[in-house]
DNA sequence: GTCTATATGCCGATAGAC
DNA sequence: GTCTATCGGCATATAGAC
């Protein structure tokens, strides 16, 4: 983004520069649309994946979405990872309002399933979750390998499984 | 870095801002010169951490090391994480070597840490366990939150002493 | 070695023809 | 609504006095 300029993103859309300044007034107005856009993106996946009948299967059916994507995440970067970065960095030290809407629903997200496992710390698992997630992702675009995403991935899976297995007895 | 004008450098010098290209010939220099730093920073800390008498308790140390600097991971994200991320993009889609200066040599460490408490797949735990830092202080910066770090590192020296618990018997 | 002045180019943004 | 031309500013980088 910081390194995406207006000329690039014209390019890309296939239109003059000065056109885009006919839908969006300044560029961080596009900078927000595109965050609206994603986060958008992110609420109607939530929404697919609650049609699935168990927490747990949500859970599962969420990581793997985030695995479908590894060629690209290896790499791009995982799209909210990356985003939520470099949104950090514009507003100086305090949190920025756009950051947020992108890791905070995810988190939420899958508080909301741990919660209804019974899981006690179910903002604590979500966190982790989240994290183990970005953490891996950022290893997979550094080191160029979707392999480190997989195989992350496949043990966050074995996770969910072993803590949803000792919730239920 | 991206957003850290050779002014700013210049400034937080206390030099004119010409004087740089004395000692670096373009920004790439001065950049590469950083990361560098940032590098034998860390191979100083692992040749400390070494003087430690178990790997168990090495480990423990580093993430220890990781968890002291908590404040400065809200405010402005891990220094190795953020670099990485930003050297990252500069190359296109090809790997950048200056970024796998910074987190490769920690994995390998960590690996090496695994390795001595005989686990079979120290490679797959290394990587765990510094996706699972980089995760956590990415949403720490982004949710400027303090104790979203420490919460995750405490988790993660349990999983330490968990690990090296199950590998001793 | 240190500093000032300046060249060069790109970026975000605007004005206005069509 | 779409496009061209252009302004003002900032960033990297250089030339040259001291």
Redesign the interface.
Same mark, same amino acid.
């Given at each position: 983004m910081? *390194?995406t300029s207006l000329a690039d993103v014209a390019e890309a859309a296939g239109v003059p520069v000065g056109n885009i300044y006919y839908y969006f007034k300044t560029k961080n107005d596009l900078v927000a649309a595109a965050v609206a856009a994603q986060s958008s993106e992110s609420t109607q996946l939530f929404q697919r994946l609650e049609r699935l009948g168990t927490p747990t299967e949500r859970l599962h059916g969420l990581l793997d979405v985030l695995t479908e994507v590894g060629g690209s995440v290896a790499?791009? $970067?995982c799209p909210l $990872?990356?985003l939520? #970065?470099e949104l950090?960095?514009r507003n100086g030290?305090?949190?920025s309002p756009e950051?947020?809407q992108l890791?905070?629903p995810m @988190?939420d997200w899958a508080e909301q399933q741990f919660a209804n496992l019974a899981c006690a710390d179910a903002r604590?698992q979500a @966190?982790?979750l @989240? #994290? #183990?997630?970005?953490? #891996?992702a950022?290893?997979t675009?550094?080191? *160029?390998d979707p392999d480190?995403l997989r195989?992350?991935m496949h043990?966050l899976h074995l996770r969910v499984d072993e803590l949803s297995a000792s919730l239920a007895h």
């Open positions: 910081e *390194r790499e791009y $970067g $990872g990356t939520s #970065a950090d960095k030290t305090t949190a950051s947020q890791l905070v @988190i604590q @966190i982790t @989240i #994290a #183990a997630y970005e953490g #891996a950022l290893l675009h550094s080191l *160029r480190v195989s992350q043990q």
